[in-house]
């Protein structure tokens, strides 16, 4: 039997866990500082935009190098570790940028690709599980087997309140326990299952599983909600395939097997 009041396993059972005071004010108003700055200079390559406003940031590292020092903070490896092990890796960094401008709402889904180097970004390597091929903001991308999802995790840092009001992230419970869903049966789930608002506090951190159904509405009364969206992973990809991005938990160097 599971025990619901042990983090790991409520996020093994629930998939996802809401953790308040993950970041102090002083780390909420500096990366506040370096994401407004960023995203006064952004290129198309990084930037994704509703209408002209921006929404979201890809290739977070790229944009904001700094935020590679997320990986070390104690309080993030606290959320980290007892779910993936102490040998986790950061593998990919997001910015959502909810507000009156770029008010955006998105459907009920899994995240089922991940950002991956390969020896030739323009031939796709045959590698058996991974499969379809993509490419985002000039990054490949593939969605890895269902074992590869299971052992990862993304942690939701939020820089803004997150209100019933605001487009808050919804989930629905146990989803993830389920591998990949066929649209039939997502309806299936929407249709029998209550959707959870995650609502939380300034400095707050949402961790979930990649494969729990989540949606998020549009704002009702629009108010900035930036959330910094860090998925990690486990384990090693096979080769030829790598993590676009491999950061220790905890710092250190982890030097990728394609340069």
């Known amino acids: 039997m599971i025990r619901r009041d042990s983090y790991g ?19 909420v108003e500096r990366w506040r500082a370096e994401v407004d700055s960023a995203s006064a200079t952004m ?8 209408r002209g406003s921006l929404y979201a940031i890809r290739n977070l590292f790229d944009v904001i190098p700094a935020l590679r020092t997320i ?14 092990g ?8 997001m910015l959502f940028d909810k507000s009156d401008g770029a008010n955006w709402g998105v459907f009920w889904h899994q995240d089922l690709s991940v950002p991956v ?19 985002k903001g000039g990054v490949v991308c593939v969605q890895p087997p269902v074992t590869v999802l299971e052992r990862m995790l993304a942690v939701r840092l939020h820089l803004d309140p997150c209100t019933a009001d605001n487009g808050p992230l919804r989930v629905l ?30 400095g707050a951190a949402i961790v979930m599983r990649p494969l ?10 629009p108010a900035r909600r930036r959330v910094l969206h860090f998925e990690f992973a486990a384990d090693d ?15 250190g160097v982890a030097a990728g097997r394609n340069g």
């Open 86 to 93: 102490p040998k986790a890796l950061l593998v990919k960094g």
């Open 43 to 50: 290129t198309d390559v990084d930037a994704v935009r509703d």
């Open 9 to 27: 396993d409520r996020v093994e059972l629930e998939g996802y866990a809401i953790i308040p005071g993950v970041l102090s004010v002083a780390e």
């Open 117 to 135: 180097r390969i020896p030739d970004p323009k031939r796709h390597p045959d590698v058996p599980g991974f499969g379809p091929w993509t490419r």
């Open 173 to 202: 419970a146990g989803s993830h326990r389920h591998a990949r869903l066929s649209d039939a049966a997502t309806a299936e789930w929407t249709r029998t299952h209550q959707p959870i608002e995650c609502l939380c506090d300034v």
């Open 237 to 251: 990809l096979p080769s030829p395939l790598d993590w676009h991005e491999r950061i220790p938990l905890g710092g």
């Open 71 to 84: 990986a070390t903070l104690p309080a993030v490896r606290q959320l980290v570790e007892p779910v993936l």
């Open 212 to 221: 729990l159904l989540h949606s998020s509405p549009k704002c009702t009364v």
